[in-house]
């Protein structure tokens, strides 16, 4: 299994963070791949992934620090990826990064052999989820749409593409097969495990 870079974006309500969650839970902690941990200045919040705290000022001492390998703005936070957190790569290991759609160019061009997986879903399906959350307005979801339509056309095809407008196990699935696609060995999920001891 060589080493790979898997940047994964995608637009806010597609199910990015509940897929990566699904994925971490199928596979086994033995398997080689690293989940880069993000820092970002919000504290933190029960659920969802797993990311480092800080406040804005501790954020712009790490910045001064060169403590970041990958850092950015989105909606309204700042995101870095500590130094650290890729090292895994020249250990040959794949790591999987929840990255961002606006810093992609930034990120090719510090890792121009990087795996680009996007993560989308239809408008209809993305309204419906985005209204469901309750967190913006419908005049805001629309703003939403409309800015996630403008990046459909500016962002260079991926090298994995999921649709995620079905079930959270499907979707996963989708993602665990293109995964195993770009292995040389198939990545084993715990479900399997049990099926070769039993």
């Known amino acids: 299994m060589s080493q790979q870079l898997i940047y994964i974006m995608g637009p806010s309500g ?15 902690s033995s398997a080689p791949i690293h989940w880069a941990k993000r820092t970002i200045n919000r504290p933190l919040q029960a659920g969802g992934e797993p990311y480092e705290s800080v406040d804005n000022s501790q954020f712009a001492q790490l910045i001064r620090q060169n403590a970041f390998i990958l850092h950015w703005q989105a909606n309204g936070l700042s995101y870095g990826i500590r130094q650290p957190e890729l090292a895994p790569l020249y250990r040959g290991q794949w790591v999987l990064l929840n990255g961002s759609r606006a810093y992609l160019s930034q990120a090719r061009q510090a890792f121009p052999r990087l795996t680009l997986l996007h993560i989308t879903t239809s408008p209809d399906t993305l309204r419906q989820r985005l209204l469901a959350r309750g967190r913006e307005s419908p005049q805001q979801i629309e703003a939403r749409l409309e800015r996630t339509r403008r990046w459909a056309l500016q962002t260079p095809i991926a090298d994995i593409e999921i649709h995620n407008d079905s079930t959270l196990e ?21 479900k399997q495990i049990a099926t070769v001891n039993s």
């Open 14 to 28: 597609a199910g990015k963070d509940s897929l990566l969650a699904w994925l971490k839970q199928q596979l086994p």
């Open 170 to 190: 499907q979707g996963g699935q989708a993602l665990l097969q293109s995964l195993q696609q770009l292995s040389n060995w198939p990545l084993i999920t715990h």
